[in-house]
């Protein structure tokens, strides 16, 4: 998990000195991410409004894009940031330990004697919190720092990969999320999510929480951003090309494009686009498997204009079972090619899609 240090932020206006009320917020527009500039006003003004922002999308979305951005935009707060990851949601309290550490070390003193005990025995100074009574004089003691610190100056806490949180570090902040009513502390948050289901720690953000989902980029907006990161290496008619197959993914154009561009050479119209070992590998981690495809395969992409699966023809090319040399075979649905939005684990190439 990596943390990212707190901002530090400008002289408290004097409505954030005020109780009971949310100070006001700077309209410092920065540039946005490419294609963002709708939706990162559109967040501006909630968090504006005093409530929280929950980001959703699926993977390579741009959400962490966007929570940089968007914590620039906060000159006037404290601004508290984490990245959780899977990989270490089983450590108890490590989002605190990443969200507090210098804060605490900044401020603990406001702290009386029990409640900076309990704290630091959270952030693994002393001995880890054991019973209900400890746990409980943890969550007193965010909840007391916070009040101290949001009496000064607003608090912003960003975090990414929301659902990672560890548990004893959601139950803290869940606790404090429902007593923070009438101070300046919000949060925006980002979760990985490919569906509609609902948002794991959603409950973590203080109310009210408004869910924002990260559309996919127009074809306009996917020709910038290769244009922005690559040049004029690639030509119009690879980058709409670009934009069918990864259906306005920003991460996988950008890998896409950078296959290009590193290939130094133009693509034909019936040649398929190559396709990195790490956008396969990432594919394979994150996406699950077509239902009507045959061996490993993909599932669909997203929609640019209603965010919705679909699915278009790939072109698979397979190791033949009896010669072991590549064969490109017929695009249609067959034991050798599936309808997907996405390139099969053999692979490493995509054909253009065709209308289905």
């Known amino acids: 998990m990596s943390a990212v240090s707190a901002h530090r932020p400008a002289e408290p206006l004097p409505s954030a000195r005020r109780a009971g009320r949310v100070p006001h917020m700077p309209r410092q527009r920065l540039v946005a991410p490419v294609g963002r500039v709708e939706i990162q006003n559109h967040v501006v003004d909630l968090i504006a409004e005093g409530g929280s922002v929950l980001l959703r999308g699926p993977a390579g979305i741009g959400k962490s894009t966007l929570l940089d951005s968007?914590?620039?935009?906060?000159?006037?707060?404290?601004?508290?940031?984490?990245?959780?990851?899977?990989?270490?949601?089983?450590?108890?309290?490590?989002?605190?330990?990443?969200?507090?550490?210098?804060?605490?070390?900044?401020?603990?003193?406001?702290?009386?004697?029990?409640?900076?005990?309990?704290?630091?025995?959270?952030?693994?100074?002393?001995?880890?919190?054991?019973?209900?009574?400890?746990?409980?004089?943890?969550?007193?003691?965010?909840?007391?720092?916070?009040?101290?610190?949001?009496?000064?100056?607003?608090?912003?806490?960003?975090?990414?990969?929301?659902?990672?949180?560890?548990?004893?570090?959601?139950?803290v902040l869940r606790f404090v999320a429902r007593r923070l009513s009438g101070l300046p502390v919000q949060m925006i948050a980002a979760a990985r999510i490919s569906g509609y289901e609902s948002v794991a720690r959603a409950d973590l953000c203080p109310p009210p929480c408004h869910e924002v989902t990260l559309p996919p980029l127009g074809a306009d907006d996917v020709a910038d951003l290769l244009r922005q990161r690559f040049g004029d290496v690639i030509n119009r008619s690879a980058i709409l090309r670009v934009h069918a197959a990864c259906g306005g993914n920003p991460l996988f154009a950008l890998e896409l494009g950078r296959a290009i561009a590193e290939r130094g050479e133009p693509i034909a119209l019936d040649e398929p686009l190559p396709v990195?070992?790490?956008?396969?590998?990432?594919?394979?981690?994150?996406?699950?498997?077509?239902?009507?495809?045959?061996?490993?395969?993909?599932?669909?992409?997203?929609?640019?204009?209603?965010?919705?699966v679909t699915c278009s023809t790939v072109r698979v090319r397979a190791r033949s079972p009896t010669s072991g040399r590549r064969s490109t075979r017929?695009?249609?649905?067959?034991?050798?090619?599936?309808?997907?939005?996405?390139?099969?684990?053999?692979?490493?190439?995509?054909?253009?899609?065709?209308?289905?």
């Open 70 to 171: 968007l914590a620039q935009q906060r000159p006037d707060a404290l601004v508290l940031r984490v990245a959780a990851a899977e990989v270490e949601s089983g450590l108890p309290y490590l989002t605190l330990v990443d969200l507090f550490g210098k804060v605490l070390a900044d401020h603990g003193v406001v702290l009386r004697g029990h409640l900076r005990a309990a704290l630091d025995a959270a952030l693994l100074r002393t001995a880890t919190p054991t019973t209900a009574q400890d746990e409980l004089a943890v969550r007193l003691a965010v909840l007391e720092l916070l009040r101290v610190l949001s009496s000064r100056h607003p608090v912003l806490f960003v975090i990414d990969d929301l659902p990672w949180v560890d548990e004893p570090s959601a139950g």
């Open 276 to 308: 990195p070992d790490k956008l396969r590998d990432l594919l394979i981690a994150r996406w699950p498997r077509c239902p009507n495809a045959p061996g490993p395969r993909w599932s669909s992409w997203p929609r640019p204009h209603d965010q919705r």
């Open 330 to 356: 017929a695009s249609r649905p067959s034991a050798a090619t599936a309808r997907c939005g996405s390139p099969t684990h053999c692979s490493g190439k995509w054909s253009t899609p065709t209308p289905g």
